[in-house]
């Protein structure tokens, strides 16, 4: 017998589910809870056994529920499954509902779920949401179903114009990686800014070595000058522009030097900074590769002139965190803050924060003691020792790493240095006294 409206107003559940049948496999299911569920049970032409669902009564009314048996049974008919067929629609619809978010939306979803925040350097986070930024003031509220290769050609374009060779190469970066993201979660059935040969239509980034002095007395010109500094925080740049002269680290693990990463003890081979791995710019390439300086720190030896510098620093900040605390909300001081200070005092375009880098390497690779009235190299290995304090990784670097680092070579290298740094100022200071006399 069909069933009536009247009849299914009037259900009550009992303590067992039970059915009631409306004819041709459509029934009512209530259940003890109190559900009221409309069900389809049908066989396959193959004689695979099914069952539909057509939603709850009375959301779903028993008019309804007949239209939609009466549609899954011509579906049947024909050879279909309404059950697959319901899934598929159910696909369709979050495929298509995903396809029409808009690109900023999807980027931000990039952003959080990529690679969690704590686990990368707070600069590398800063960039990719600034390229993020960049994206979403041309093409951020588009539907990433509708985005094709035009689009990001326009926003490289105006980069390119404008002579922002880098900041195009990382925009155009971001922008294959979020649509990259965005297919691979399935939103998007290809990637639209993939298979482009961008180096033939774009220029390439520059490249080019970044300024350094590497001549001696020049270099000790520098250092002098360095040395009478003073900035907005007192000669708080100078200080540290001696330590990154000194240490010839990253200026970014300068500015972002904690205290509680150093040992200043008297004993030269004890004396050390240790550069937690969270903060190596080469952190992530190193786990991918496998190698066994992923999440290690960088040791650096400290020679006596960089724990006297240090120690003098320590009674102008040791207060803080940090050695070099940031004005107001900055919690460090910002490499910029050393590239200015360069610039201040005459060497824009001529060295940079990053340049020491360059400096020490160049005229370390060069130092050389007479054995047997001979020239050479003064320590094994030379080049791949100072690699390694360079905190560079290859094959080279990794081979002292496998000989227990050679710590004790690397403390006397760093204090040649520092004391190769003593000569080359006061050798400058000489030099320049030379020409005054020479002059009058």
């Known amino acids: 017998m069909k069933l009536k409206d009247t009849f299914l107003r009037a259900v009550k559940p009992e303590a067992k589910a039970k059915k009631y049948a409306d004819g041709e496999g459509l029934y009512l299911l209530v259940k003890p809870n109190g559900a009221m569920l409309w069900r389809y049970d049908f066989r396959l032409k193959d004689g695979a056994r099914k069952t539909a669902s057509f939603g709850k009564y009375p959301d779903v009314s028993l008019a309804q529920a007949r239209k939609k048996h009466t549609d899954a049974r011509k579906l049947v008919s024909a050879g279909g499954d309404p059950s697959a067929a319901k899934k598929e629609a159910r696909e369709k619809a979050v495929a298509e509902r995903d396809a029409s978010r808009p690109f900023r939306e999807v980027a931000a979803e990039w952003l959080k779920i990529r690679v969690p925040e704590e686990k990368r350097a707070p600069k590398t986070v800063a960039r990719d949401k600034r390229m993020v930024r960049y994206l979403n003031a041309d093409i951020g509220?588009?539907?990433?179903?509708?985005?094709?290769?035009?689009?990001?050609?326009?926003?490289?374009?105006?980069?390119?114009?404008?002579?922002?060779?880098?900041?195009?190469?990382?925009?155009?970066?971001?922008?294959?990686?979020?649509?990259?993201?965005?297919?691979?979660?399935?939103?998007?059935?290809?990637?639209?800014?993939?298979?482009?040969?961008?180096?033939?239509?774009?220029?390439?980034?520059?490249?080019?070595?970044?300024?350094?002095?590497?001549?001696?007395?020049?270099?000790?010109?520098?250092?002098?000058?360095?040395?009478?500094?003073?900035?907005?925080?007192?000669?708080?740049?100078?200080?540290?522009?001696?330590?990154?002269?000194?240490?010839?680290?990253?200026?970014?693990?300068?500015?972002?030097?904690?205290?509680?990463?150093?040992n200043l003890s008297s004993d030269p081979l004890e004396a050390k900074w240790k550069i937690p791995p969270d903060q190596l710019k080469m952190r992530t390439v190193r786990k991918k590769r496998g190698s066994d300086r992923a999440n290690k720190h960088h040791v650096v030896p400290l020679a006596r002139q960089a724990v006297a510098l240090l120690r003098e620093l320590r009674k102008l900040t040791g207060y803080s965190r940090y050695l070099f605390p940031g004005r107001q909300s900055a919690r460090t001081m910002s490499e910029n803050t050393m590239n200015n200070a360069l610039k201040a005092i005459g060497y824009e375009a001529v060295h940079c924060a990053h340049g020491f880098r360059s400096s020490a390497s160049t005229m370390l690779n060069e130092e050389r003691m007479i054995v047997e009235g001979k020239k050479v190299l003064r320590w094994p290995d030379q080049k791949a020792l100072i690699e390694v304090q360079l905190d560079h990784d290859d094959a080279s670097t990794r081979a002292i790493y496998d000989r227990g680092g050679r710590w004790e070579e690397r403390v006397e290298l760093m204090q040649l240095w520092a004391d190769r740094i003593d000569e080359?100022?006061?050798?400058?200071?000489?030099?320049?006294?030379?020409?005054?006399?020479?002059?009058e």
């Open 141 to 262: 509220d588009i539907p990433i179903r509708d985005l094709e290769l035009p689009h990001l050609v326009a926003i490289l374009v105006q980069y390119e114009n404008a002579g922002k060779y880098s900041t195009r190469a990382k925009v155009q970066a971001t922008a294959i990686s979020v649509m990259g993201f965005a297919h691979g979660r399935g939103y998007i059935k290809v990637n639209p800014f993939l298979g482009v040969n961008y180096a033939e239509a774009f220029t390439a980034p520059d490249h080019r070595p970044r300024p350094a002095v590497t001549e001696p007395v020049a270099f000790g010109h520098l250092l002098r000058k360095m040395a009478y500094f003073e900035g907005h925080d007192g000669n708080l740049t100078g200080i540290a522009l001696e330590l990154e002269a000194l240490t010839f680290v990253r200026p970014g693990d300068v500015a972002k030097a904690e205290w509680a990463h150093f």
């Open 424 to 439: 080359m100022r006061a050798a400058y200071k000489t030099a320049a006294t030379r020409m005054l006399v020479a002059a």
